[in-house]
C-alpha cells in the first residue's frame, strides 16, 4: 500500500526558512502529479504547491510563490519543499499528497483530489 510520511516540521521564527520531506513506498508509477497542502488554525486546507514528477512540472499558490519550492528526487523516493522567508500566515498543518494515475501535466489544477496523503508535519511560526 502507498504510504507518504512527512517530516521536516517545527517552529520557528519569521524569516526562517525550513525544509519539509516527503518519503514514499509503494508507489511505482512512472510519472504522477505530488504535491503538499497546508491547514492554519481555523482554517481550510490549501494547496501549497503541486509537481508533475514525470516532467518537474510546477505549480505554487500565490501566497507562497517565491518563497517555496517544490522539487521530488525520484531515486530517493522523496517530495521536498523547501520555505525561504517563512510569515506567521505560512503556520499550519503540511500536508504530502499524490494523485495515482495524472492525465494532466497540469498537476495544481487536482487541488486536493489526491488518492494518497500522508499524517502531516506541523509548522510553526511565530
Known amino acids: 500500500q502507498v504510504q507518504l510520511v512527512e517530516s521536516g516540521g517545527g517552529s520557528v521564527e519569521p524569516g526562517d526558512s525550513r525544509r519539509l520531506a516527503c518519503v514514499e513506498s509503494?508507489?511505482?508509477?512512472?510519472?504522477?502529479?505530488m504535491g503538499w497542502f497546508r491547514q492554519g488554525p481555523g482554517k481550510a486546507r490549501e494547496q501549497v504547491a503541486a509537481i508533475y514528477t514525470g516532467g518537474g512540472d510546477t505549480n505554487y499558490a500565490d501566497s507562497v510563490k517565491g518563497r517555496f519550492a517544490i522539487s521530488h528526487d525520484r531515486a530517493k523516493k522523496t517530495l521536498y519543499l523547501r520555505m525561504n522567508r517563512l510569515k506567521p500566515e505560512d503556520t499550519g498543518m503540511y500536508y504530502c499528497?499524490?494523485?495515482?494515475?495524472?492525465?494532466?501535466?497540469?498537476?495544481?489544477?487536482?487541488?486536493?483530489?489526491?488518492?494518497?496523503w500522508g499524517k502531516g508535519t506541523q509548522v510553526t511560526v511565530s
Open positions: 509503494g508507489y511505482t508509477n512512472v510519472a504522477y502529479c
Open positions: 499528497a499524490a494523485f495515482k494515475n495524472p492525465l494532466s501535466r497540469d498537476c495544481f489544477a487536482l487541488n486536493d483530489r489526491m488518492d494518497y
